[in-house]
């Protein structure tokens, strides 16, 4: 069929046609006619009377498209809605049978007089007995009042065009039309080039980057070409989109991605954005943001600061009232990034009373003759557009009767608020209908057909007819577009309409259908369908069974970690823990909560660090359920991290009592993983208390019994793996002790167990014992090499621990390589760090580095400062450890101030206290310094002799030649 270069412009009874204005005109009023009915409405009337074959109208209308026969009688349907014609008894469409249709209504030619346009600026009005509303078609003129807001769009637009990434907000109260401003400009830049997405209010807290990962989905349903640059550059965002890759490939992505934080999430949509936008750019929309989780909200500001240019804009629409009565964290992060100048809002108002007239002018210009009703009307609403519109659509309805409009507005018993508005409309619907709407509200602002068809126990059809009706309306429902994960649903128009159906509902009939609806949903979930256990805990928490509640909050908590979102898995395992002391205590009570807690323990350590409170907390309240059910599968989780957070929060007696608890389980039931738990502990506050032989033999029989448990014990259960743990840190007690060889090969093995795990956390822990190892053997540059991988770790992977070791050991290293006033001050930021995060192990060692530093910058009263803090935080955790080096340094003190008889005392009670720890390498330093003295004598000579000939694998160190220069010196003559 092919088309006439002249576009149609005809009439036919009360209606009219301008193809080239894209307008339908319904007795003397402009209608919405979507583009594909309007389309087919001209293909039948430019041949009346003359039967057009389905085919042909397809191939005229839909082009190349492939569609099936049931589209065009889907759109017939819809155009004899708009027409008002009966099928069955037709006026202007007939029905071929099995071949076609046939137009005929008589029709004449017209010149059609200029018209108001149809305009968008408020919600589509709801169909009335003179129309049936559809959306615009792309050609629809700038909406009422908001031409300076678009054009505000497409300024923005074209910058990110142009390579300057943008962020616009869209900022307004409920009604005010912010949804139909952005469905405008997106039908301008186009569907290709957008990606949307929409922020729901959830029951609970909703799940990381859900409206980003609905619009990352529909971006893949239209161009493949982004699944593969995913996989290449986002590994991470794949994993979140299961049904882009099969169980072989998410199986290896979560062993690759173990331990990946939302940093490395941030980083990666980054250049993912980069990477796609160099081809096209493209407008990402997120709706509602004050309903978005804080995940969303720190990838908006993450991309919001990229210095580096993109072809991107992000274009967000959200209440400000909700944002700022809920605190939401949206509105710190849009203070500071306007204060920058790194985004732009635009505020959208009410209708001024000329723009009401406007609007009346558009939609029904009978009505707009009279002033005084345009006047009266903005008086009635505020000139909030979608209260106005609702009204116009009331006075539209009730024209026909030839009454007055003014009369007839001023007798409404209008509703004070927009919610009583739609209260009334609701009051409207038929019997039939309104079940369906508060069924389909307690399912959410989105839902599923057969979700909805099996809550209310009736056929799926039924309820996608009667669906389909009501989107037919344009005021309740839209379909969701289908693609990737997506399953056939509708949302409702405007989440005002959801909020009202749902609180109209009676609290027993809310619980009960909350219950229906989590039932549903579990039996969809186990049959496949993409059902998170975030939405059934919330609906089991509203439905009042918060036993089925807790279990999904247990699996919505471990499944946030696998998103790499801890920030999640605390909010989840909060509202998991407010809901036990509803649930009747038995064994699977304990279970769950044992697992809740060891799950908010491992969440506040990837985001807070292992010696936080937090992390304490929740592991001791775990370790309370693990006396009735001993045999829980988290437990080696719960005994090590528990056990090496007090540690190092200085707690010893509590990680006394975890150790004791590690033993008492190894002896009643044999778990050598309760043993390796113990050995550690116990070797770790051995070596804090000065005795590092048996801190070895308790960490050498910890790794002697790995092989056993590395058989039967996953080794991510361990908070850094025991392995790598054990021994790293029985290398640097076995330098302590001189055995530096065998030191060495425990780190090596350390290095190649984390590297072979393939997770960071157990590297992080081989780094670190690899860089201080290197700073207790004052090897600066391999020091600043282990800072340097741990520092590079921490950019990927986070890890509060590992970033304040990087700092103060790359401190340590810059101040023996010549710059020690710069070395000071990242020992300090690095010791404070530990500090902030509660690490008080290893704080008189770290503080004795900066004492040093300052040493050799030669601020004397500084390093006495220092050094005399550092004394005091080894004493508040009785650190024996560090206290042969702590009196090292008192004695270099004493030297910078020409006390030559105190420095000697000094480097005496070093040795003295290194002899009665047997750690022979303190021991070393203490005699060799001894020995450098001019006052040093032929027994002290000897004596380092004998040490160095008991230290032979220390003969290749630094510290060992400079004792033998000294034995092959002279001594000094008596003064």
Request: with cysteine; glycine share 6%.
């Amino acid at each position: 069929m092919t088309t006439p270069s002249a576009p149609l412009r005809i009439r036919f009874d009360r209606f009219e046609i301008d193809e080239a204005e894209a307008r339908f005109i319904d007795g003397g009023q402009p209608v919405h006619v979507a583009p594909k009915p309007f389309a087919l409405l001209c293909a039948l009337a430019r041949a009346p009377h003359t039967l057009i074959t389905k085919d042909q109208l397809l191939d005229g209308v839909w082009g190349h498209q492939f569609v099936s026969d049931s589209v065009l009688k889907t759109t017939i349907s819809d155009l004899r809605s708009a027409l008002h014609d009966d099928p069955k008894r037709p006026r202007f469409i007939e029905t071929v049978s099995r071949r076609g249709y046939r137009f005929i209504g008589t029709v004449s030619d017209v010149d059609i007089a200029p018209q108001p346009a149809m305009r968008a600026d408020a919600p589509m009005p709801a169909p009335t007995s003179a129309s049936a509303s559809v959306p615009a078609p792309v050609s629809a003129p700038v909406p009422v009042g908001r031409a300076e807001v678009l054009a505000g769009l497409r300024a923005a637009w074209s910058l990110a065009e142009a390579g300057r990434r943008q962020l616009v907000w869209i900022s307004g109260e409920a009604g005010v039309g912010k949804s139909t401003v952005i469905e405008r400009f997106v039908r301008e830049v186009g569907e290709a080039r957008s990606a949307q997405g929409q922020c729901v209010e959830q029951y609970g807290h909703g799940e990381p980057y859900l409206a980003v990962l609905e619009a990352l989905t529909g971006l893949c349903a239209r161009d493949p070409a982004i699944v593969e640059l995913i996989r290449a550059v986002a590994p991470t965002w794949l994993f979140q989109l299961p049904w882009l890759s099969g169980p072989d490939e998410r199986e290896a992505l979560r062993r690759e991605l173990a331990g990946a934080t939302q940093a490395r999430m941030l980083r990666e949509m980054a250049e993912l954005i980069d990477r796609y936008t160099a081809q096209q750019p493209l407008l990402l929309v997120t709706e509602d943001m004050h309903w978005s989780d804080a995940a969303t909200v720190q990838l908006m500001d993450y991309l919001a600061r990229r210095r580096s240019g993109a072809h991107f804009m992000w274009l967000a629409s959200f209440r400000l009232t909700e944002l700022i009565a809920g605190e939401h964290p949206l509105a710190t992060v849009r203070h500071e990034l306007r204060l920058h100048g790194l985004g732009k809002e635009i505020v959208l108002e009410e209708f001024s009373e000329a723009e009401v007239g406007e609007y009346l002018r558009a939609h029904a210009p009978v009505l707009a003759r009279d002033p005084a009703l345009g006047r009266a009307l903005h008086d009635r609403t505020d000139g909030l557009p979608l209260f106005v519109a609702g009204l116009v659509d009331d006075l539209v309805a009730n024209s026909r009767d030839g009454s007055d409009p003014g009369a007839r507005l001023a007798a409404m018993a209008i509703p004070e608020t927009l919610s009583g508005v739609i209260e009334r409309y609701v009051e409207e619907l038929p019997a039939v209908q309104r079940p369906l709407l508060e069924a389909a509200s307690v399912c959410g602002v989105q839902f599923r057909l057969p979700t909805l068809a099996q809550v209310l126990d009736v056929d799926t059809v039924a309820v996608a007819d009667a669906c389909a009706d009501l989107a037919r309306r344009h005021r309740w429902l839209r379909q969701m577009p289908q693609g990737g994960a997506a399953e056939a649903g509708y949302a409702f128009r405007h989440a005002l309409y959801r909020e009202v159906l749902y609180k109209r509902i009676d609290r027993l009939a809310r619980i009960e259908l909350h219950r229906k609806v989590a039932t549903v949903l579990e039996r969809e979930r186990g049959q496949g369908a993409n059902v998170s256990a975030a939405e059934l805990a919330s609906h089991f928490e509203l439905a009042r069974e918060p036993r089925a509640a807790l279990r999904h909050y247990a699996e919505a908590a471990e499944a946030a970690l696998l998103q790499f979102s801890p920030t999640h898995t605390l909010a989840f395992t909060e509202r998991a823990l407010a809901l036990v002391p509803q649930v009747e205590r038995d064994a699977e009570r304990t279970r769950l909560e044992v697992s809740v807690c060891a799950l908010r323990g491992t969440a506040a350590m990837q985001s807070i660090g292992i010696s936080s409170v937090e992390v304490r907390e929740a592991f001791e309240r775990a370790l309370e359920g693990l006396g009735e059910v001993p045999d829980h599968p988290l437990r080696v989780l719960i005994l090590s991290v528990l056990g090496v957070a007090c540690y190092l929060r200085g707690e010893g007696a509590r990680a006394t009592a975890v150790a004791q608890r590690s033993e008492a389980l190894w002896n009643a039931t044999g778990d050598r993983s309760a043993f390796v738990c113990a050995c550690l502990v116990h070797g770790l506050l051995e070596s804090d208390a000065g005795r590092p032989v048996e801190a070895c033999e308790w960490l050498q029989k910890g790794i002697d019994a790995l092989e056993k448990v590395d058989a039967v014990v996953p080794p991510a259960v361990f908070a850094a793996d025991a392995g790598v743990m054990l021994l790293g840190m029985c290398a640097l007690e076995l330098q302590c002790r001189g055995l530096v060889d065998q030191a060495r090969a425990h780190i090596r093995a350390a290095s190649e167990r984390a590297i072979a795990l393939g997770q960071p956390a157990p590297r992080q822990a081989a780094w670190w014992a690899e860089a201080l190892l290197a700073v207790r053997m004052g090897d600066a540059e391999r020091a600043a090499d282990a800072a340097e991988r741990l520092a590079a770790l921490h950019d990927e992977y986070d890890g509060p621990e590992g970033r304040a070791a990087a700092v103060w050991i790359r401190g340590w290293a810059q101040a023996r390589l010549g710059d020690p006033r710069a070395g000071h001050r990242l020992i300090r930021q690095g010791y404070d760090e530990m500090a902030r995060i509660g690490t008080r192990a290893f704080a008189g060692e770290t503080l004795g580095y900066a004492a040093e530093a300052l040493l050799l910058d030669g601020d004397v009263a500084g390093a006495r400062r220092e050094l005399a803090e550092a004394r005091t935080r080894a004493q508040e955790i009785d650190d024996r450890r560090s206290v042969p080096w702590l009196l090292l340094l008192e004695a270099r003190v004493a030297d910078a101030l020409a006390d030559g008889e105190g420095a000697r005392a000094w480097l005496q009670q070093a040795i003295v206290e290194a002899t009665h720890q047997q750690a022979l390498w303190s021991e070393l330093l203490a005699r060799t310094a001894l020995c450098e003295r001019d006052d040093a004598t032929a027994d002290e000579r000897a004596a380092l002799g004998d040490l160095l000939d008991r230290l032979p694998e220390c003969r290749d160190t630094p510290a060992a030649a400079r004792a033998r220069a000294l034995l092959g010196r002279p001594l000094a003559a008596p003064a």
